[in-house]
């Protein structure tokens, strides 16, 4: 039975297509994981649209999709997930009730006329939505699910994933505190991968780079590891870059990544963790 990770997309904010972002990938937030027969994805950015079409070459998509929240860059490319309007689709959408109304709301709102020409009402895959909080605890057959707050402003939350003994937690879209946010730490003891928000360098958090960041519900790859340190994981995973970094920038924050935590690697469109398995392999 595997347990696989593969990223689709893997930038923050906005989509950042070019030419210095072409090692690193330049789409929104999109995660695959295989736990056995069952598929999950982590958000629906940008990255969503491949993904989908992925998917498509092995037959009928069945899927469960976890939205960590219901800004643009983690929604936006549910419309462009081709599965959704096939009839033998299945797509089971987990994730946060929004702050006005529900999150089968902000999805049906983000397809209406005049931004897009499609209304989710209209599409023929066999769609459910569950909401879930802070806390919950859930089984996707014989996957465990475990549920954390982030520190986001609307809110967000963070996914375990628990699998035959291993086990992946995605945190993105949250800002760290003056010290290691305990229910993350406790969220993420002893995972096997820890895919975390790490969009800002220290100095681009607090000021000293353009205006502060204090506040905007990100976090930095040194607080990151600090997290990963505490909470014993085995791999951190650099997630959610700033749309304006170059691949060389972002590789330069996995070395100094790597100097505070060793086992730090940071996210690429294509990357895959085989858990259980030996060695990781770049696509």
């Not at 958000?43 to 939205?67: H, N, Q």
């Not at 976090?219 to 870059?241: I, K, M, P, W």
């Amino acid at each position: 039975m595997t347990f696989d990770i593969r990223f689709w997309g893997v930038r923050g904010s906005i989509a950042a297509p070019g030419p210095d972002t072409q090692l690193v990938g330049g789409n929104t937030s999109s995660v695959e994981v295989v736990c056995g027969q069952r598929r999950i994805l982590l958000d629906a950015g940008t990255g969503l649209r491949r993904l989908g079409d992925e998917l498509l070459k092995s037959g009928p998509v069945d899927v469960t999709l976890l939205l960590s929240h219901h800004h643009w860059d983690h929604i936006q490319g549910l419309p462009f997930f081709v599965p959704l309007y096939l009839p033998t689709t299945r797509l089971h959408v987990v994730g946060p009730a929004a702050e006005r109304c529900t999150m089968h709301d902000v999805l049906e709102h983000q397809m209406t006329s005049p931004v897009f020409p499609v209304r989710l009402d209209q599409v023929p895959c066999q769609l459910t939505t569950q909401e879930v909080s802070p806390g919950a605890r859930f089984d996707l057959g014989d996957v465990h699910v475990r549920v954390a707050k982030l520190n986001h402003p609307g809110g967000s939350l963070a996914y375990r994933i628990d699998y035959q003994g291993k086990s992946v937690v995605y945190a993105t879209d949250t800002e760290h505190y003056s010290c290691v946010d305990p229910m993350l730490c406790s969220l993420a003891e002893g995972a096997d991968v820890l895919i975390y928000d790490s969009q800002y360098t220290p100095a681009e958090y607090r000021g000293e780079i353009g205006p502060s960041k204090v506040g905007w519900g990100h976090s930095t790859y040194e607080d990151g590891a600090a997290l990963a340190q505490a909470a014993g994981v085995g791999r951190y995973v650099l997630f959610h870059h700033d749309p304006k970094r170059s691949d060389d920038q972002v590789l330069e924050l996995e070395t100094r990544a790597r100097g505070l935590f060793r086992a730090s690697v940071a996210a690429r469109e294509g990357m895959h963790i085989a858990l259980g398995s030996v060695g990781e392999a770049a696509a």
